[in-house]
C-alpha cells in the first residue's frame, strides 16, 4: 500500500521552528518529487518545498526562501521539512505529497497524498 505518513506539526511561536517528516512507503521514491503544500483557512491549497528522490534538486516558493529547508533521507525514503523564523501567516494544515518525475510541482499533479499535519504560528 502506498503511505505518504506526516508528522511534526504543532504550535509554537512566532520567530520559532518546527521540523515536519513524511516517511514514504509502497512506491519507488527515485521517480517521484516530493514535498509539502499547505492551506491556510480560506485559502487555496499551494505549493511549499519539493526534493526530487531521483537528483536531489529543490524548489522553494518565494515567501519560504531563506528561512525553510527541505531534505530527505534515501535510505529511510524520508523527506524533512525544516521551518525556522516561523511567521504567523506560515499557520496552515500542510500536506505531504508526491508528484511523478518529470511532472510539474502542483497539486493538481499530486499522485500521492499525505494526511495533513497542523502548523499555527501564534504572534
Known amino acids: 500500500d502506498v503511505q505518504l505518513q506526516a508528522s511534526g506539526g504543532g504550535l509554537v511561536q512566532a520567530g520559532g521552528s518546527l521540523r515536519l517528516s513524511c516517511a514514504a512507503a509502497?512506491?519507488?521514491?527515485?521517480?517521484?518529487?516530493i514535498g509539502w503544500f499547505r492551506q491556510a483557512p480560506g485559502k487555496e491549497r499551494e505549493g511549499v518545498s519539493c526534493?526530487?528522490?531521483?537528483?536531489?534538486?529543490?524548489w522553494y516558493t518565494d515567501s519560504v526562501k531563506g528561512r525553510f529547508t527541505i531534505s530527505s533521507d534515501n535510505a529511510k525514503n524520508t523527506v524533512y521539512l525544516q521551518m525556522n523564523s516561523l511567521k504567523p501567516e506560515d499557520t496552515a494544515v500542510y500536506y505531504c505529497?508526491?508528484?511523478?518525475?518529470?511532472?510539474?510541482?502542483?497539486?493538481?499533479?499530486?499522485?500521492?497524498w499525505g494526511q495533513g499535519t497542523l502548523v499555527t504560528v501564534s504572534s
Open positions: 505529497a508526491a508528484v511523478a518525475i518529470p511532472d510539474y510541482w502542483n497539486w493538481k499533479r499530486v499522485k500521492y
Open positions: 526534493i526530487s528522490g531521483s537528483d536531489g534538486s529543490t
Open positions: 509502497g512506491f519507488t521514491f527515485g521517480d517521484h518529487a
